[in-house]
């Protein structure tokens, strides 16, 4: 909500070839406790007036010689990035309210003035207005806020597979069927895997020599689609030498939560 002080705070112009009505709203607004009120009687001073202080209110009549408070609300709708246009125009002809709403008034005020109903519009009006400001303010810093995170993210990002580098041999994913579709360093060779060269749709053979019992833990918690931290299996080269890997893997999710592979990093323990 928006306090009484801030309001009260708000920035008004008022615009009226008739000094008695700027004297009366000057008076009126001042009395209601208004601190910040200004006044012109020049409509074509009020587009570079209001890019100048940005008012929060703008009371408009509507019939003044040369340049009236249709052309005006043209100019400010041309001029001004803003656009919620805060204007109340005052005017004595009925007719012209509603294409003064068409025009882009928030409000209006009739002539001859209730004061009271006068009070009560300005007021209403500057609550509107200065909760849409603030909802503006929010959507700014929002928008400031997520560009943040999101070049956060994508430091921490960049840190990670800095440190996936250094810290692992290899990086992999597979798709929901266990067939590589990103490798980054010498996995394929270091586990053993060769590539078909023949076949079209670069399908792998893996060797001979794994230690079954350890492959089939890790495949069953593939097949249960659960992550794996530092899982150790090994495999017996022709030569009679071991090697021993650890690896990690997590399983991925489209937004469907739909399972769609796994990815993770290893390690060789012992060489070759």
């Known amino acids: ?26 008076q009126l607004l001042s009395e209601a406790g208004y601190m910040h009120v200004t006044s012109t009687m020049d409509p074509t001073e009020v587009c570079a007036l209001h890019r100048k202080n940005r008012y929060d209110l703008i009371l408009l009549d509507l019939q003044m010689p040369g340049m009236d408070g249709f052309q005006v609300m043209e100019g400010l709708k041309t001029n001004i ?54 909802l503006e303010d929010y959507n700014k810093l929002l928008e400031q806020t997520v560009r943040e995170r999101t070049a956060e993210l994508r430091e921490s990002e960049a840190r990670y597979r800095s440190l996936t580098e250094l810290a692992s041999d290899w990086y992999w994913e597979q798709d929901e069927n266990g067939n590589f579709t990103k490798v980054s360093g010498p996995v394929l060779e270091m586990l053993g895997i060769r590539v078909e060269p023949l076949a079209g749709n670069g399908s792998t053979i893996p060797v001979a020599g794994w230690n079954e019992a350890e492959r089939e833990i890790l495949q069953a918690r593939i097949a249960a689609r659960q992550p794996f931290l530092d899982f150790l299996f090994s495999r017996t080269n022709v030569d009679g030498s071991q090697q021993t890997f650890r690896v990690s893997g997590e399983p991925m999710f489209n937004q469907s939560s739909r399972f769609i592979g796994y990815r993770g990093i290893g390690v060789e323990q012992t060489a070759k």
Request: charged fraction near 25%.
């Open 1 to 26: 909500m928006i306090s009484s002080a801030t309001i009260l705070d708000a920035s008004i112009l008022i615009v009226d070839d008739q000094e008695s009505n700027i004297s009366l709203f000057e």
């Open 81 to 134: 990035a803003d656009s919620y246009l805060p204007v109340i125009v005052i005017t004595a002809q009925p007719g012209h309210k509603l294409r003064a709403l068409d025009a882009g008034a928030k409000d209006f005020i009739s002539k001859p003035f209730d004061l009271i109903e006068v009070k009560t519009r300005i007021h209403n009006m500057l609550e509107v207005r200065l909760l849409y400001k603030k």
